[in-house]
């Protein structure tokens, strides 16, 4: 029992706090950084590029029918209880409110952040990591700070490209498939949404763009045991980056729902 302690949960807590650790170091040395004029923008540029060239068609693949099944429940549910023309309103709010910014990230977790991992983690095996430390040179300010800042970009321009799609998918589902009506599909969900819904949409696409790239650096920085470590650790930083943003967006939406509770229509 007490080697289970250890190995489990003592290695969950030391994990979660390493985690924290790096994301804290990081945004330190990103704010730093840039009022300093010492932002590597250039391997900012090259991670962005990366990113988002691995998972800018994968992200548009899945944005198209997460808004087709939002439509479909929502146009099912709308016509059971007699409300069809709120149909527009509620798949529409669903896929900016939550189905955006946790499809991209997902999809970042799964694309980027694995690619990321094993970056990382094959620099580490290669004692590429150890060279740069004895040099007196700062890991988490050469490897880590830019690929922050390059997810958290991406991951907003992602949510954009997944709130456009997938509302465009809704829309054109709901008016050419289930015989809606444009102009109330526009209408509705003209009335129901808020400033505050995309704000709240980007907040989340920030937060999980980060999460995806500390969970992915700190993966790939913790790698031991050769090219099989290397695997376990992009499996580890997938699993456990996916978790997280479950939990983080559980916690986010219902924060959302307290500070900022709606009164009426």
């Not at 949960?9 to 979660?16: D, R």
């Not at 709010?93 to 694995?114: C, D, E, K, N």
Request: with cysteine; hydrophobic share 55%.
């Amino acid at each position: 029992m007490r080697g289970y302690v250890r190995r489990h949960p003592v290695a969950s807590l030391e994990t979660v706090g390493g985690q924290f650790a790096l994301a804290v170091r990081a945004i330190q040395y990103l704010v730093l950084d840039i009022a300093t004029l010492r932002f590597p923008f250039q391997e900012f540029v090259r991670q962005a590029a990366f990113m988002a060239s691995a998972s800018a068609i994968p992200t548009l693949c899945v944005a198209i029918p997460i808004g087709v099944t939002m439509s479909i429940q929502f146009g099912l549910l709308a016509g059971q209880v007699g409300a069809t023309s709120l149909a527009g309103a509620a798949s529409g709010l669903a896929v900016i409110r939550q189905g955006a910014p946790m499809v991209a990230a997902l999809l970042m977790a799964s694309a980027a952040g694995s690619a990321v991992c094993a970056d990382l983690g094959s620099r580490k095996i290669r004692d590429e990591i150890d060279a740069l430390e004895v040099m007196g040179i700062s890991v988490v300010r050469r490897l880590v700070v830019p690929r922050l800042a390059a997810a958290i970009v991406v991951g907003l321009a992602l949510t954009g490209l997944v709130c456009f799609v997938g509302f465009l998918a809704g829309y054109l589902f709901n008016t050419y498939v289930q015989n809606g009506t444009p102009g109330s599909f526009v209408t509705t969900f003209a009335s129901f949404a808020t400033v505050g819904d995309f704000v709240l949409t980007m907040i989340k696409a920030v937060i999980y763009g980060a999460i995806v790239a500390i969970v992915a650096c700190h993966k790939g920085l913790s790698t031991r045991g050769g090219s099989e470590g290397v695997a376990n650790s992009v499996n580890a930083t997938v699993v456990a980056s996916i978790l997280l943003l479950m939990i983080v967006n559980v916690a986010l939406t219902q924060l959302y729902v307290i500070l900022f509770p709606r009164t009426g229509f």
